[in-house]
């Protein structure tokens, strides 16, 4: 069982030195107990003219701030332990993304030195046959491939937010030889559930499952608690039904917490070199 911890970037983060600080940040966050085998580095919310400004500048820095080792050790504080760095990316604030902008986000990460690539909050077949055409593209250049995991964000009744089905989505990619498929943000882990286990029996790799902690409430906070959270995290695992799991929107520290605790003693998802 492999575990997300969630660091985000944001269209705010337009300097070198903010970038960095929000790295430390959440470095420092968990440093005194490293409970999460990924540490993601998201990309997510740039815009082009964000990333054209300086992603590079500003994703490889940062990344060696958690230690990224291409070995899949992570030193975190005083303290080394298993784990990778993920650099997290996708289709941006409109919901889209063309393969030139998906290529620049990869290649940025890449020579930053996270150790796989997650392309995340897919809305769409097109947009998932984009990112994954700009990642491939990436890895002709550069000779090599790093894993990839590739999470789509869904509506209400479960489809893409495109309006595809589930069906549709995993019969796009179900050839791309991804590393681990699944589902983030959405509606929260309750909601998100069913939807996932139906993901589960299809897909012939590895699960994934980070959502948003429910939804927004009157005081600004997430409607689902840790405890609420990590049980029906806890409960997938033992089912066999996710390999890898985490949080997404409104998730804190004390959602990582209590996923580490309701999934300890579960065998880690290990990463072999490609």
């Not at 992570?74 to 650099?87: F, P």
């Not at 700009?134 to 250049?141: C, G, P, Q, R, V």
Request: proline fraction near 4%; aromatic fraction near 6%; charge should be negative.
């Amino acid at each position: 069982m492999a575990l997300f911890a969630h660091s985000s970037t944001s269209n705010a983060v337009s300097s070198f030195e903010t970038g960095l600080e929000l790295a430390r940040d959440i470095r420092k966050t968990f440093a005194a107990e490293p409970l999460s085998g990924i540490v993601l580095y998201s990309t997510v919310n740039h815009d082009q003219q964000a990333l054209l400004r300086g992603i590079r500048e500003i994703a490889g820095p940062s990344v060696r701030v958690f230690g990224c080792s291409t070995q899949g050790v992570m030193s975190i504080g005083n303290v080394v332990e298993e784990g990778y760095v993920a650099g997290a990316m996708g289709p941006g604030q409109d919901g889209a993304a063309s393969i030139d902008g998906f290529f620049l986000q990869a290649s940025g990460l890449v020579e930053g030195g996270v150790d796989m690539l997650l392309a995340e909050t897919i809305t769409s077949t097109r947009t998932a046959q984009s990112v994954m055409a700009a990642i491939e593209k990436l890895f002709m250049k550069i000779g090599r491939e790093l894993p990839v995991l590739l999470s789509v964000t869904i509506g209400r009744r479960g489809g893409l937010i495109s309006g595809e089905s589930m069906e549709a989505f995993w019969d796009t990619v179900c050839s791309c030889g991804l590393f681990a498929v699944g589902i983030n943000c959405g509606f929260g882990a309750k909601h998100s559930r069913p939807f996932l286990e139906q993901l589960s029996k299809m897909a012939n790799t590895r699960i994934s499952f980070h959502p948003s902690a429910g939804l927004p409430n009157a005081t600004g906070g997430y409607d689902e608690t840790p405890e609420e959270f990590a049980a029906i995290m806890g409960e997938l695992a033992k089912r066999g039904q996710v390999n890898i799991i985490g949080g997404c929107c409104g998730s804190t520290p004390a959602h990582t917490r209590a996923i580490a605790a309701a999934v300890r003693g579960i065998p880690r998802v290990t990463i072999d070199p490609l």
